[in-house]
């Protein structure tokens, strides 16, 4: 049976109990670029893989990123914040690491620094120069050394005037007929 329009009018469904905050499920992606620093992307969603998706692919395009997630009444409270530029330049440092033939950064080296991959080339390679201008001074060294020995050995020739100057090996000249020819 049902209830009566007046039995109806009494009846209240009791409030559910769940938070009544506005927006409290959003999260919020902003990105910045050094070349365009006031005009900033903000992504607002309440799907949380979609905006951790969105920064990414803005990390991944060399964007300084925040990741945020709503504290209530139009307050963010910041999860992450990634370098985009600093991250694509650490990768890029292990790449030329390993296209240069030096060895992988180490695992101990620095392990909580956000440049370590490029402290660990700008050293591999500034040992690599110093190894080569170390080789290069040897070679020179050495060629100096060769010509030294050189020019030791034959000081007394080099001083002394040619042969068929010296009056001893001049020779005589010879007044032949043409008959003897």
Excluded: C
């Excluded at 979609?50 to 910041?78: N, P, S």
């Excluded at 700008?122 to 290069?136: F, P, V, Y």
């Excluded at 068929?164 to 020819?181: K, L, S, W, Y």
């Amino acid at each position: 049976m049902s209830p009566t329009p007046k039995q109806a009018r009494t009846h209240r469904r009791k409030a559910a109990t769940t938070d009544r905050t506005k927006n409290v499920k959003s999260w919020r992606v902003e990105a910045s670029w050094d070349h365009k620093p006031d005009d900033p992307a903000v992504i607002r969603t309440s799907d949380r893989k979609r905006a951790q998706k969105a920064f990414r692919d803005l990390v991944d395009k060399g964007a300084y990123v925040i990741f945020q997630e709503h504290a209530g009444w139009d307050r963010w409270r910041t999860v992450r914040e990634v370098d985009g530029v600093a991250l694509r330049a650490e990768r890029a440092a292990e790449q030329q690491l390993a296209a240069a033939g030096h060895p992988p950064t180490p695992p101990a080296y620095r392990p909580d620094a956000e440049d370590r991959h490029r402290t660990w080339l700008a050293w591999m390679s500034a040992r690599a120069a110093a190894e080569q201008a170390a080789r290069e001074q040897a070679e020179t060294d050495a060629r100096r050394r060769r010509v030294a020995a050189d020019v030791r050995r034959n000081a007394r020739a080099l001083m002394s005037p040619p042969a068929n100057v010296r009056p001893e090996n001049r020779q005589r000249a010879r007044h032949i007929t043409g008959a003897q020819r």
